[in-house]
């Protein structure tokens, strides 16, 4: 399996602080691959690093065997790779249709794409996304009357929408209902096996990740602490101690 | 409201087409209120739909006039001669002179006002928030002080502009059409804009435009190109503006920061700013201020002008359409419309 | 151009712009601080600036002309009577604009930078005005080099206000409490500062501190009632070269603008200074914006 996203050696640091420290995983075609780690263990640092928000101080970044560790947000995103936040960001003032139309692929569009009118396909998909989320019925609403949770299933709508090769989740469980948790484990799921999605996932919550992914890689205080599929990693000592704050 | 939409169309068209007939001692106001329907279109394409609140559009509307005039007089005549003190009074023009002048020299102003936004807007869109504001403010009052040292376009002492030739009878009508035209033009040109991706585009800029970049659109392009559609319209009605007024000041009739160009925002945010309607509507509530103002408070009439921004601003940021939306959202464009009514169907289908 | 030559070939003369920049520049350093007090404290950008600075040489200027005193007791004069126009203006508007978004704070703000323009028109006239204190000049150099003893008075009336403003933050209770809530506002409301009152104190303050700069200015300089936005992007301009809330790099800014403003008025002519000033501002902006794009950064 050939790997879609390389990163190598990645290092950041913030004034001083070390965010990233030589840091170094492999996402490879179609999988789904975890990043856990306690809190400023530098996970949001390093999805920042591989999405472009700054610049990184040392290592590469390689997509589809390109670097891209000099690129800037929106040129990585029109290669195929995107992320959600983890506040959720969504265009408030707009209806979830129109966040979902405009939210349609850019990469082969010329100048006179700027200008076009919307395509019945692309209103036909963003109508079925909604749907796939469970957001149909709301979907003339604005966006931002929508709860956290919802607008949580929009964004990833969106994202869906964009038919990224490569998506970056940030914590895609945060804040939302215990008991919609499940239905967003088995879409993201279904992201990937029918959609082709590959998926690099930050997350706390240990059940879902360990649900989800088929390899996780672990941080701490910047540097990588261990790595391997779940049930191996759950069971490492190092990432115990880690959570539970010994060293 | 859909249903009315032809309706409306044709009342407006009506109503633009006769009255400067039906009154004829105020066809000059009904000129101005056309132009200032534009200035806010123009406007409010970034303050509004975009999120980019410039302060400094004025430049291509100066920069067109300057363009309109200097093209005008050089179709027929030397510039530098034209433009030397009192040099205007030694050049008349003939009706085809001034037509054919007037018409190339239009177009090259709005051209050249979108060439200059392109080159702009590169560097100036790369701002946002408050140094987009002041770095605009600082665009247009540099145009006029530049305008203002430069011999060629006769300087401090402004130009006078060609005089309208007597065989073609009114000036102020003619130049009603003018605007009327341009502003009509304008408006479909917009309302087609918004209604497809470029629209939804500069929405998505103005409600989070990291979020847009880290979807992939290509932000820079939207907003060099809203930037210089405006430009290109404000720099089309410049040179006619010029002609009308019939004396062009650097810093009072081109660069008019303090006038036109404080007033075409707050015609924008007057009438509610991200609808299509909206700078309408505020542009002709704000003529109306204005005029009431110049007759019944003179010499306080600015100082009245400039509590009228405060006001508006704090008490009524939402503006007149943002009001009636709030209002009666029924009775506006489908967005809204259609939402009670939807959530009303799912939860019917809910309880059956 | 040919005055780009002339500056080397006499340079006494190049001294002499370089002095007279120096000085000017000094003064603008207040408004500017002003500025960066009242962005920082209030995330307001204060348009209003340059008209609180004309506002105070109109003072000083009927202060001077009806009763004939020296136009220095203006400066004082001035202080006091712009606190008092801040504290009203805040009471009245810029309390409602406090945590409004910052494109309200700068069209409320311009709003009311028109309305006093335009009382100024009505009540003093649209002449430009000065006030000479009526000091001879000085000569250095076999009087090569020409000082008004004015501009020297007011250089280093603007290092007296700000050691007593500095003061008066590290030292009094109450610019403690400006400084809490420039670090964070909530914070500083849920410690129990009045942070209404802070705003109210730090708006006025920026006020008087602009009057200040506005007597030295009538008599350095002249003014009239449509001269202010040049101060308010001249305030801007060094506030986004130096940074808010560090008087010395302001001081320093100040110095550096008003030095490169006279050579630029010596060598393009003095028509295109303001002009300079402005497109100044433009390019830095675009200058620090491109220099954040490269670190894939905004400048917000």
């Known amino acids: 399996m050939s790997q879609l996203l390389e990163v190598s050696n990645v290092s950041k640091t913030f004034g001083g602080v070390v965010a990233n420290d030589d840091i170094s995983i492999q996402v490879p075609e179609g999988a789904i691959i975890g990043l856990i780690g306690p809190n400023g263990s530098g996970k949001t640092t390093l999805f920042n690093s591989i999405v472009g928000y700054h610049p990184i101080d040392g290592g590469s970044i390689r997509f589809q065997d390109k670097e891209i560790s000099s690129l800037r947000v929106p040129d990585i995103a029109r290669l195929g790779m995107l992320r959600t936040f983890q506040q959720t960001r969504i265009y408030g003032e707009m209806t979830c249709v129109e966040n979902m139309l405009i939210s349609t692929p850019t990469r082969d569009e010329g100048f006179l794409g700027l200008f076009r009118d919307h395509r019945a396909e692309d209103m036909e998909k963003a109508e079925q996304l909604l749907d796939f989320v469970g957001l149909y019925s709301k979907r003339l609403l604005f966006a931002g009357d929508l709860s956290f949770g919802q607008q949580k299933l929009l964004e990833f709508a969106m994202a869906l929408m964009n038919e990224p090769k490569l998506l970056l989740l940030d914590e895609p469980t945060a804040g939302i209902n215990p008991t919609l948790i499940n239905g967003i484990i088995d879409r993201l799921k279904r992201a990937n096996a029918d959609l082709g999605i590959t998926l690099l996932v930050i997350e706390h919550n240990m059940r879902v990740i360990m649900n989800l992914a088929e390899h996780i890689y672990c941080l701490a205080h910047g540097q990588l602490l261990a790595d391997g599929p779940p049930d191996v990693l759950r069971d490492d000592q190092r990432v115990i101690d880690a959570y539970l704050g010994a060293h | 409201m859909t249903a009315n939409k032809p309706l409306l169309y044709g009342l407006v068209a009506i109503v633009g087409l006769v009255a400067p007939f039906v009154f004829p001692a105020y066809v000059a106001q009904f000129a101005f209120a056309w132009l200032f329907i534009l200035f806010a279109l123009t406007w409010d394409a970034q303050g509004g739909q975009m999120g980019y609140n410039s ?11 300057y363009v309109c005039i200097v093209v005008m007089v050089g179709y027929s005549y030397n510039v530098a001669e034209y433009t030397a003190p009192g040099g205007e009074k030694a050049f008349t023009f003939s009706t085809h002179q001034y037509i054919i002048g007037l018409a190339l020299g239009t177009i090259a102003g709005g051209i050249a006002s979108a060439i200059l936004a392109i080159i702009l807007g590169s560097g100036i869109l790369g701002l946002r928030g408050h140094y987009f504001a002041i770095g605009t403010l600082g665009l247009g009052i540099a145009a006029g002080e530049l305008a203002a040292g430069w011999d060629f376009i006769g300087a401090g002492s402004g130009v006078a502009a060609p005089v309208f030739p007597d065989a073609m009878g009114s000036r102020s009508l003619f130049f009603y059409f003018v605007f009327f035209a341009i502003t009509v033009i304008a408006f479909f040109a917009y309302k087609w804009l918004y209604r497809g991706r470029f629209g939804l585009a500069i929405n998505a800029i103005r409600d989070d435009e990291d979020k ?11 907003k060099t190109m809203s930037w210089m559609v405006s430009a290109f319209f404000l720099g089309l009605v410049g040179g006619p503006v010029g002609l009308l007024i019939g004396f062009i000041d650097p810093r009072d009739t081109a660069f008019a920061g303090v006038t036109f160009g404080v007033w075409m925002v707050l015609m924008a945010i007057l009438g509610g700013k991200g609808t299509i309607w909206g700078p309408v509507v505020g542009a002709i509530v704000f003529l109306i201020f204005k005029e009431v103002f110049w007759i019944y408070l003179l010499q306080w009439q600015q100082v009245a002008l400039g509590a009228l921004i405060v006001v508006i601003v704090v008490f009524f940021p939402q503006g007149i359409m943002g009001f009636l939306r709030e209002q009666w959202p029924e009775r506006f464009g489908h967005r809204v419309e259609e939402t009670p009514l939807n959530d009303m169907n799912v939860r019917g289908e809910g309880e059956a | 151009m040919d005055n780009l030559l002339l500056l080397f070939q006499a340079p006494p003369l190049a001294l002499q712009v370089l002095i007279d920049g120096l000085l000017v520049g000094a003064i603008l350093a207040m408004p500017a601080y002003g500025m960066a007090l009242v962005w ?27 009763t004939g005193i020296s136009p220095i007791w203006g400066i004082p004069v001035s202080f006091v009577a712009l606190y008092v126009i801040g504290w009203v203006i805040y009471k009245i508007v810029i309390f409602r604009i406090v945590d409004r978004d910052l494109f309200i704070s700068i069209l409320a703000t311009f709003g009311i930078s028109i309305m006093l323009q335009q009382l100024m028109n009505v009540f003093f006239g649209a002449d430009i005005q000065t006030a000479d204190p009526g000091l001879e000049s000085w000569g250095f150099m076999d009087d090569m080099i020409i000082v008004a003893p004015i501009r020297l008075i007011a250089f280093a009336m603007v290092f007296v206000l700000g050691g007593i403003l500095v003061m008066f933050m590290r030292q009094s209770r109450m610019g403690r409490a400006i400084r809490a809530t420039s670090q964070n506002a909530r914070a500083a409301r849920i410690m129990g500062v009045d942070t209404d009152k802070v705003y109210a104190t730090t708006y006025a303050l920026n006020a008087a501190i602009c009057g200040a700069a506005g007597a030295l200015v009538v008599m350095t300089s002249v003014i009239g009632p449509f001269l202010g936005i040049i101060y308010t992007v001249r305030s801007f301009l060094i506030v986004v070269v130096a940074g808010l809330g560090n008087l010395g790099a302001v001081v320093v800014s100040a110095l550096g603008l008003g030095a490169l403003e006279n050579y630029a008025g010596f060598i393009l002519g003095a028509e295109f200074q303001v002009a300079f000033v402005y497109i100044l501002m433009v390019v830095i902006l675009i200058y620090r914006s491109l220099m954040l794009r490269r670190q894939r950064r905004y400048l917000t």
Do not use: K, R, S
């Not at chain 3, 950008?45 to 008209?51: K, L, P």
């Open chain 3, 40 to 66: 920082g404290v209030m995330n307001i950008i204060n348009v209003t600036q340059g008209e609180f600075v004309l506002l105070g040489g109109f003072i000083t200027y009927i202060l001077f002309t009806t």
């Open chain 2, 55 to 65: 302060f400094g559009n004025i430049l291509y509307f100066g920069v067109g006039m």
């Open chain 2, 212 to 222: 847009a970049e880290a979807m992939g659109l290509p932000t820079t392009h939207y």
